[in-house]
T-cell receptor, first 113, second 112 residues
Framework: GAVVSQHPSRVICKSGTSVKIECRSL??????MFWYRQFPKKSLMLMAT?????????EQGVEKDKFLINHASLTLSTLTVTSAHPEDSSFYIC?????????FGSGTRLTVV | GQQVMQIPQYQHVQEGEDFTTYCNSS?????IQWYKQRPGGHPVFLIQ?????EVKKQKRLTFQFGEAKKNSSLHITATQTTDVGTYFC????????????FGKGTLLTVNP
């Protein structure tokens, strides 16, 4: 089956610093990956579509300069939260599709203090 | 843009009771997918429905896709404590961007 690995699972950082989250497809190649944000007891909000070898497509209201996405290879996409602030604290999840349905990474819980 | 409404937001049942969550899209869908997210976990793919009027079963779970391909439901028969979690529907409107629009989810809790 399709496996998507996401690291780190948890990170605590100081306000103003940057945090990088990695999303890897372990047993398949993913030309497209998706980054979501989930607030407690809420649904998944699509932030951006990560496209291998090209710029990411951001959803309306998502700051591209704050949430930097790089998809340099067919198996790796990274999300960097730049100059993090407490309001950026959230659960970030990536996903990719191999055939039917999407496989999600295990998520990264970011806490900005 | 496309919207996917899901109800109810919460459902608490006694173990053994049935449970149903409903999903309605503002636009016709290419397919609809269902995911389960356990507390503290990440969404896990359950099923994809593609055909108009399609009905699929997975043990005690029954999934339906409406004739107009705009609504769907997930029904669980005789719930168990292991069914606890949030069930999300996600609509795929088709096209080359493979984007899913998630419903808000239904949190199911089961009293043993």
């Amino acid at each position: 089956g399709a496996v998507v690995s996401q690291h780190p699972s948890r990170v605590i950082c100081k306000s103003g610093t940057s945090v990088k989250i990695e999303c890897r497809s372990l047993d398949f190649q993913a030309t497209t990956m998706f980054w979501y944000r989930q607030f407690p007891k809420k649904s998944l909000m699509l932030m951006a579509t990560s496209n291998e070898g090209s710029k990411a497509t951001y959803e309306q209201g998502v700051e591209k300069d704050k949430f930097l996405i790089n998809h340099a290879s067919l198996t790796l996409s990274t999300l960097t939260v730049t100059s993090a602030h407490p309001e950026d604290s959230s659960f970030y999840i990536c996903s990719a599709s191999k055939s039917r349905g999407y496989t999600f990474g295990s998520g990264t819980r970011l806490t900005v203090v | 843009g496309q919207q996917v409404m899901q109800i109810p937001q919460y459902q608490h049942v006694q173990e053994g009771e049935d449970f149903t969550t409903y999903c309605n899209s503002s636009t016709t869908l290419s397919n609809i997918q269902w995911y389960k997210q356990r507390p503290g976990g990440h969404p896990v793919f359950l099923i994809q429905l593609v055909k108009s009027g399609e009905v699929k079963k997975q043990k005690r779970l029954t999934f339906q896709f409406g004739e107009a391909k705009k609504n769907s439901s997930l029904h669980i028969t005789a719930t168990q404590t292991t069914d606890v979690g949030t069930y999300f529907c996600a609509g795929d409107s088709g096209g080359s961007n493979y984007k899913l629009t998630f419903g808000k989810g239904t949190l199911l809790t089961v009293n043993p």
